[in-house]
């Protein structure tokens, strides 16, 4: 009788239970930033890897991905104050492919700040996408907390000038995972300096967001889950109070805390990745805090895939994944574990196991 | 006659038992819950019930009006008609194997057939009567309903409850469950001239090519045709393509003020559309429908929660079309990942169609033929 009744008050309060994990549409009041009565939120979608096959023919799968994030970030009410495209917009590089992926994405109400994926940038060095976008590292304040947008995908000139005949094949080398030709990323001697810079007239109890496409962490270096100069970076953000790193690329759900930076992970619209940790011929170094997603269902192309939208309440992050096809989840950030925490299915008795029939 | 011994056999079978006892071929055994077990007074008095048109705000109006079992207990109309020939906005789905469903109505907002059987008499576009109080005064003072809802629940007539009605609504239509169809003849009976040629070629459509039974499944021992979850499969997304944003955002508002979603979904067009996140608010799931059984399809026309689709024919061009009926219709933003063009050609086609014939019970075999 209870369970029934439960059960019955579930459906009905659904809404109620699975908020935070959903739309809090029309409910969301963020406190966020210094000064008080500036709420504020923002949405997150990134990985579309838009590819041509011919003529104004597109790879269906990954179109729907990015059309669909776009119209469920449209829902957002009240309106996030930005949108941030985390990078790879494009899957090997070409105009047609960010021309086509800044048309879906030109559906999105709000502004939209973009970040650099190496798809993104490989063919032409990012010649192309910097023409439509303007530079690829910035940083702008709003609302009492300092962004900061990085080309965390740079790699070493050499690879990068002379080892390849083509800017096809650099292209194609760069897309490849565990390629014993690839090189890592790296954010690079030019910019830290600029950010060295950018961040000197920074308050140290400024908020600040950091985004780039690779995790300023060390993860996985076979799949460039990687920054090769990421510990120098982080050496720059360890004088402030509060720290995130938002990226892209990884295809999958990550978070974890290193001193006083939070990091997340976001989802592509496009595919899922594996967890390094199922990977089994190489040695992982996916951050503890992870709590990995069941396996996708291979029949819901969207399965696995999504985007974000996040809130920064004492300026910390809290990531609410919008999940198609699975269970929306929030990663938001614990004050008194000082880290970010999966709120629902931290607990291991609580995940929800992985599907084992096909 | 005939319908009488119909529900004898069924009685018979969820009276013995609920979990041990045989349940039609290509079936499981119906579900029932622990605090409304089946009995037989009960489900005779729900009968009545279901059938009792005294129930609505014009007299004319029972579950049977919409749930006909003459049509496949569907009312083979676009969208249903109630009381003074009002309409909603939603194709009657059919009773036919409702007991299994694990969530009621086409958004889910209701967990069981208990709560699914009070909806309708109060809903201002279907019974019509300004609440549960009005049915009760009627039911309350009818000899017939007295003695047997003393029977059954041991209730006073000035203590009979909604519960108790809906209860014994519930109890009356966990025995329309139908299987013992070609398909399961075919499929969990051994017999391999239950279906024909063109059947088993749409068979394997139905499980490969045409991508049907991810949602519609089949298991290994029985076969309820449906996952019991929602998806936008492109249904109804043009009466608010590029007005999502705010037809979610007057829901909301209008839910927190206190909007009753039965209501709001069934008298607004619009926001019927949003589906199952007129329940659960994720936008994940504007426009997503609960999965459909399949089982007597061929007798439960029209198709789709807006009843938009007319035969089995054009339900294979939807799907076919990746999610529209000709192909240069637009497609939902919204479109599950599961929905993408199938690349059937004709034959197949027909041959998909021949299979979901086959999915008949022999109780309707009579209406199929029609």
């Known amino acids: 009788m209870s369970k029934t009744i439960n059960r019955r008050e579930f459906l009905k309060r659904g809404s109620a239970l699975v908020a935070a994990g959903s739309l809090p549409l029309s409910l969301v009041e963020v406190a966020f930033g210094k000064a008080a009565g500036e709420n504020f939120t923002f949405a997150y979608i990134s990985d579309s890897h838009i590819t041509h096959v011919k003529g104004s023919e597109f790879v269906r799968n990954w179109d729907r991905g990015l059309i669909r994030a776009v119209a469920e970030a449209n829902l957002l009410d009240p309106r996030p104050d930005f949108i941030f495209y985390g990078g790879d917009i494009a899957q090997l590089g070409k105009a047609e492919e960010i021309d086509h992926g800044l048309e879906i994405l030109g559906g999105l109400n709000g502004k939209v700040h973009y970040v650099m994926g190496e798809h993104d940038y490989y063919l032409d060095l990012g010649d192309y996408w910097k023409k439509q976008l303007g530079p690829d590292h910035y940083s702008f304040d ?41 090189s890592p990323f790296m954010v690079g001697d030019a910019q830290r300096e600029w950010l060295k ?5 920074v308050g140290k109890d400024t908020p600040v967001v950091v985004f780039s496409h690779s995790p300023i962490q060390k993860i996985h270096k076979g799949w460039n889950f990687w920054t090769d100069d990421a510990e120098q970076v982080q050496a720059l953000l360890k004088p402030f109070d509060k720290v995130t790193v938002i990226y892209g690329h990884v295809h999958q759900i990550q978070y974890n805390q290193i001193g006083n930076i939070s990091f997340h992970s976001a989802m592509a619209t496009a595919w899922p990745w594996p967890y390094p940790s199922t990977y089994t011929q190489v040695q992982t170094w996916l951050p503890k805090l992870t709590v990995e997603m069941n396996r996708a269902d291979p029949f819901f192309e969207r399965d696995a895939t999504g985007w974000q939208f996040i809130n920064l309440h004492t300026g910390n992050v809290d990531m609410s994944y919008m999940l198609p096809d699975n269970s929306n989840r929030v990663v938001a ?18 995940r929800i196991p992985p599907q084992t029939h096909y | 006659m005939q319908r009488s011994l119909v529900w004898l056999t069924s009685i018979a079978l969820l009276v013995a038992g609920t979990a041990t006892v045989a349940a039609p071929l290509g079936l499981p055994p119906v579900p029932v819950p622990a605090d409304n077990p089946q009995t037989a007074a009960k489900i005779k008095l729900g009968d009545k019930l279901y059938h009792d048109t005294r129930l609505s705000a014009d007299g004319k109006v029972s579950c049977s009006t919409c749930h006909d079992e003459a049509k496949g207990f569907t009312d083979h109309l676009q969208v249903s008609k109630g009381f003074n020939g009002l309409t909603g906005t939603r194709n009657a789905p059919t009773v036919i194997n409702a007991a299994y469903m694990t969530t009621l109505f086409w958004d889910g907002r209701e967990p069981d057939l208990e709560g699914q059987s009070k909806q309708p008499p109060i809903n201002p576009v279907e019974g019509g009567l300004a609440n549960h109080d009005m049915l009760l005064e009627i039911v309350r003072q009818d000899p017939e309903y007295i003695k047997a809802f003393r029977e059954v629940f041991g209730a006073d007539a000035a203590d009979i409850s909604i519960d108790d009605v809906a209860r014994a609504i519930a109890s009356f239509e966990r025995t329309i469950v139908a299987g013992d169809s070609p398909f399961d003849r075919y499929f969990y009976g051994g017999d391999p001239k239950a279906m024909t040629e063109a059947q088993v070629r749409g068979f394997a459509l139905y499980t490969g090519k045409g991508r049907c039974v991810s949602c519609h499944r089949i298991e290994q ?33 209008e839910k927190r003020a206190g909007a009753n979603v039965d209501v709001t979904v ?41 009843g938009s689709l007319k035969t089995l024919e054009e339900v294979v061009d939807f799907y076919n079309n990746g999610g529209r009926l000709k192909d240069t219709d637009p497609v939902s933003d919204f479109l599950s990942g599961g929905i993408r063009p199938l690349k059937l050609t004709d034959p197949e086609k027909k041959d998909l169609v021949a299979f979901l014939q086959a999915l008949t019970s022999p109780e309707y075999a009579a209406q199929a033929s029609k």
């Open chain 1, 333 to 350: 950030f614990d004050t008194r574990a000082g880290k970010p925490v999966d709120t629902k299915y931290q607990a291991v008795a609580n």
């Open chain 2, 221 to 253: 021992t029985q076969a309820l045709f449906t996952d019991n979850r929602f998806h936008n499969i492109g249904v109804g997304f043009k009466s608010i393509q590029g007005k999502e944003d705010e037809t979610a955002a007057a829901f909301v508002k």
């Open chain 1, 197 to 201: 810079t950018d961040l000197e007239k």
């Open chain 2, 266 to 306: 069934l008298t607004q067009a619009n926001m019927s559309e949003l589906g199952r996140f007129a329940v659960t608010e994720n936008i994940t799931q504007v426009g997503a429908f609960k999965t459909p059984t399949l089982r007597n399809i061929a007798v439960t026309e029209p198709y789709m929660h807006d």
């Open chain 1, 142 to 182: 709003h609302k009492g907390v300092h962004f900061v947008v990085l080309n965390s995908i740079l790699t070493f000139d050499d690879w990068t000038n002379n080892k390849w005949p083509t800017a096809a094949e650099r292209m194609h080398q760069m897309a490849r995972l565990d390629n014993p030709q690839g």
